[in-house]
Structures are given as structure tokens and as C-alpha cells.
């Protein structure tokens, strides 16, 4: 069974664009959520998507976004960039929402650097 | 609200001797506890977890962890580090329902030869 998978891996960007991250999650799961990890800050929780739905969201400003489709795979979008959104950005699936009881499945992540 | 706390950001041991990395929690609710393994541009690895089960549970890898709710906490084990456990290990609390995963900061795990 393949794991997750994203898109790309590694990113340059400079500040003021814009930028889209994918996430491919394991056959069958159809909860998707995204991490930002970073030296400082650690792993933070962005955002948890089930069934084209945005269910729960942590604390980051409207510049991050995100989308899931039908077929379960995810897209994030940061926009305006800032030096301080340089970070690795994990995408996470599991079979249902609930995070107690349904081990999240991590993929490689997204490495965006901020120019 | 609730939060995770590993209370060595390093710890280095010799191959062959035990490794403990320390974790404390605070939740209002019955939490679920976590231990993930990052190698290095790898993604995250779960060890073990801990769902209102047996407080003692057993992990991949020869790692296990206790759960004590009297002290808050969920340090995670193994009795003989080996040089491929050297990696970034990561303390995480559910507290249920769709809240996402809490993430204590990490600690570092060096293994000397």
C-alpha cells in the first residue's frame, strides 16, 4: 500500500507570492491534516479536512487555506508569504476524523524556503 | 486547553545502555498519548500510543511507554539504545474528537558508539 505522498518536495519562493502544497493521502483514508514544523515553534497543527470539509482549524492567520476533494487528496495555500512561513509542512491521513483512536499516517513533507 | 512537555530537548546514551525520554501532559479531558520517531528528512513514525487501554504499552522497535495519570505522565523507554535509534522522537496528546494532535518540542536522541 503506498503511503502519502506530497508535492512538491522542496520549494523556493519569495516574499509577497503565493503557494500551493499537495498531499496524496493512503488509499481508503479520508481525513487529511497539516502540520507546520518548524526550530522554533515545533509542529503546529494548521488545519483537518474530511469529506471536502474543513473540520477543525488551529491557530494560524486567513493566509493559510486549504481544500480536500472527492477523492481525498489535499491542497494547501499560503498566500502572501512572509520570511516566517519558511518551514516544513507535513501532511497527515487516517481512515476517520477521530485523532484519538485513528493513527495519522505522515508523509516525507514539503520543504518551502522563503526568500 | 491542553499542552505536551518534553523535559529534555537532548539526550545522549552509549549503545547497549537504556534510553528514557521524559514527557508531561496537561489536558482537561482523558487524553490519548503518542510517541512519533523523525529521522532525519523523513516524515514521522509512530512508536506507540496509548488509548484508555493498558497503561504499559509496547512499541515498535523494542520501545515502550507508561501512562500515569497520578503524575501526568508518559516517558517513553527502551532497555538497550542501539546507534539507528538516533533520531528526533516527539511527545503527542489527542484530546479527542477533531481537536488535531498536540506536539510536545521534541527531543533530540544521540546514541554514542
Known amino acids: 500500500k503506498a503511503g502519502v505522498t506530497q508535492t512538491p518536495r522542496y520549494l523556493i519562493k519569495t516574499r509577497g507570492q503565493q503557494v500551493t502544497l499537495s498531499c496524496s493521502p493512503i488509499?481508503?483514508?479520508?481525513?487529511v491534516s497539516w502540520y507546520q514544523q518548524t526550530p522554533g515553534q515545533g509542529l503546529q497543527f494548521l488545519f483537518e479536512?474530511?469529506?471536502?470539509?474543513?473540520?477543525n482549524k488551529g491557530n494560524f492567520p486567513g493566509r493559510f487555506s486549504g481544500r480536500q476533494f472527492s477523492n481525498s487528496r489535499s491542497e494547501m495555500n499560503v498566500s502572501t508569504l512572509e520570511l516566517g512561513d519558511s518551514a516544513l509542512y507535513l501532511c497527515?491521513?487516517?481512515?476517520?476524523?477521530?485523532?484519538?483512536?485513528?493513527?495519522?499516517?505522515f508523509g516525507p513533507g514539503t520543504r518551502l524556503t522563503v526568500l | 486547553a491542553q499542552s505536551v512537555t518534553q523535559l529534555d530537548s537532548h539526550v545522549s546514551v552509549s549503545e547497549g545502555t537504556p534510553v528514557l525520554l521524559r514527557c508531561n501532559y496537561s489536558?482537561?479531558?482523558?487524553?490519548?498519548l503518542f510517541w512519533y520517531v523523525q529521522h532525519p528528512n523523513k516524515g514521522l513514525q509512530l512508536l506507540l500510543k496509548?488509548?484508555?487501554?493498558?497503561?504499559l504499552v509496547k512499541g515498535i522497535n523494542g520501545f515502550e511507554a507508561e501512562f500515569k495519570k497520578s503524575e501526568t505522565s508518559f516517558h517513553l523507554t527502551k532497555p538497550s539504545a542501539h546507534m539507528s535509534d538516533a533520531a528526533e522522537y516527539f511527545c503527542?496528546?489527542?484530546?479527542?474528537?477533531?481537536?488535531?494532535?498536540?506536539f510536545g518540542k521534541g527531543t533530540h536522541l544521540i546514541i554514542q558508539p
Open positions: 497527515a491521513s487516517s481512515l476517520d476524523l477521530d485523532t484519538s483512536y485513528n493513527e495519522q499516517f
Open positions: 496509548y488509548t484508555s487501554a493498558a497503561t
Open positions: 503527542v496528546l489527542s484530546g479527542g474528537g477533531a481537536d488535531g494532535l498536540t
Open positions: 488509499s481508503g483514508h479520508r481525513s
Open positions: 479536512y474530511f469529506s471536502e470539509t474543513q473540520r
Open positions: 489536558s482537561s479531558y482523558s487524553p490519548s
